[in-house]
């Protein structure tokens, strides 16, 4: 079964702090993407990675960073965190088969910045 | 712009009863759409997916969807719900038939089962 695991389950961090969310996949996929997700506004997608060393903007990706050292792990970055980013953040991947793309999810990270 | 709109955030139905969840999207091009469910303190898991072909798609645990060319609509449906159906429901739609992991998402439906 794909399994993707994300750490840390929960983070409060301070407005200006730098933040990283990280995420683990054991499937194998090409394909990895961060997503958060408000009320109101469901999941939108931050940035994505076709690859190891590939990182990609998605639909919002100011204030964010990425990071795909290997094929297993990508990572979110908040250089300097600040309140409109609290949310529910998440992790996904899929196979990159093109056209046939089902997202596996992780159980997501929620970040509260005060 | 291409979005999708999930009209109804909460829907309450008894169980046993049926289900239809609504989904409105707006995409130039053919369309590639989806229905995700997360259940409660999870990720997103995967419903169904729409191909074009046949309208009807079916998905997971007696879920089908009907895709509509003229209304612009995805709507979600399941004869007879079940206590375990209780979660939230996304409609999304791909921007790219390469990358069908890039979603624009809507906003969910809450969907309450009473007993």
């Known amino acids: 079964e794909a399994a993707v695991t994300q750490s840390p389950r929960n983070k409060v961090a301070v407005t200006g702090g730098k933040v990283t969310l990280s995420c683990n996949q054991t499937?194998?996929?090409?394909?990895m993407y961060w997503y958060r997700q408000d009320t109101g506004h469901g999941l939108r997608l931050i940035h994505y990675?076709?690859?190891?060393?590939?990182?990609e903007k998605g639909d919002i990706p100011d204030g964010y960073k990425a990071s795909r050292p290997s094929q297993e792990n990508f990572s979110l970055i908040l250089e300097l965190a600040t309140p409109s980013q609290t949310s529910v953040y998440f992790c996904?991947?899929?196979?990159?088969?093109?056209?046939?793309?089902?997202?596996?999810f992780g159980s997501g990270t929620r970040l509260t910045v005060l | 712009a291409q979005s999708v709109t999930q009209p109804d955030a909460r829907v309450t139905v008894s169980e046993g009863a049926s289900l239809q969840l609504r989904c409105k999207y707006s995409?130039?091009?053919?369309?590639?759409l989806f229905w995700y469910v997360q259940y409660p303190r999870q990720g997103l898991q995967l419903l169904l997916k729409?191909?074009?072909?046949?309208?009807v798609v079916q998905g997971v645990n007696g879920f089908e969807a009907e895709f509509s060319k003229s209304n612009s609509s995805f709507h979600l449906r399941k004869a007879s719900v079940h206590w375990s159906d209780w979660a939230v429901y996304f409609c999304?739609?791909?921007?790219?038939?390469?990358?069908?992991?890039?979603?624009?998402f809507g906003q969910g439906t809450k969907l309450s089962i009473k007993p």
């Open positions: 996904a991947s899929g196979p990159g088969l093109g056209g046939t793309e089902t997202l596996y």
């Open positions: 499937n194998n996929h090409n394909n």
């Open positions: 990675s076709y690859g190891a060393g590939s990182t």
């Open positions: 995409y130039f091009g053919t369309p590639y």
């Open positions: 729409y191909y074009p072909g046949d309208p």
């Open positions: 999304a739609v791909s921007m790219s038939w390469y990358n069908q992991g890039k979603l624009i």
